[in-house]
């Protein structure tokens, strides 16, 4: 069974910084699509970041193009959503999830079967 995992997230300032989390179970880590996703409340959920772990290869959401940065670390099977110059328009429930794939291709689009229980982002103005 693939457990996702996230941590970090929090409460922060206009302008600040915060750092997300994904640990995920299973042998297929070193060939899956990981996604970031968000969802505020009254709002459809958006794709936020993918990486497809066996290239290391990243793509981004248009919204958060040149402040999030998502990374990987095979070793821990981990993921990373590092999160710079936030606004609170950024203010979601953000979730990670798995998709075992040999691409990231369309992955806004893609199902992903696997998904983490989802953590708070906070923004204030």
């Known amino acids: 069974q693939v457990q996702v995992v996230e941590s970090g997230g929090g409460s922060v300032e206009a302008g600040g910084s915060l750092a997300l989390s994904c640990v995920v179970s299973g042998d297929f880590y070193t060939s899956v699509c990981m996604g970031w996703f968000r969802q505020a409340p009254g709002k459809e959920r958006e794709g936020v970041a993918a990486?497809?772990?066996?290239?290391?290869?990243?793509t981004y959401g248009d919204s958060v193009k040149g402040r999030f940065t998502i990374s990987q670390d095979n070793a821990k099977n981990t993921v990373y959503l590092q999160m710079n110059s936030l606004q609170p328009e950024d203010t979601a429930m953000y979730y990670c999830?798995?998709?075992?794939?040999?691409?990231?291709?369309?992955?806004?689009?893609?199902?992903?079967?696997?998904w983490g229980q989802g953590i708070q982002v906070t923004v204030s103005s």
């Open positions: 999830a798995a998709r075992p794939w040999n691409t990231c291709y369309d992955w806004e689009r893609q199902p992903f079967p696997d």
């Open positions: 990486i497809y772990t066996w290239e290391d290869t990243a």
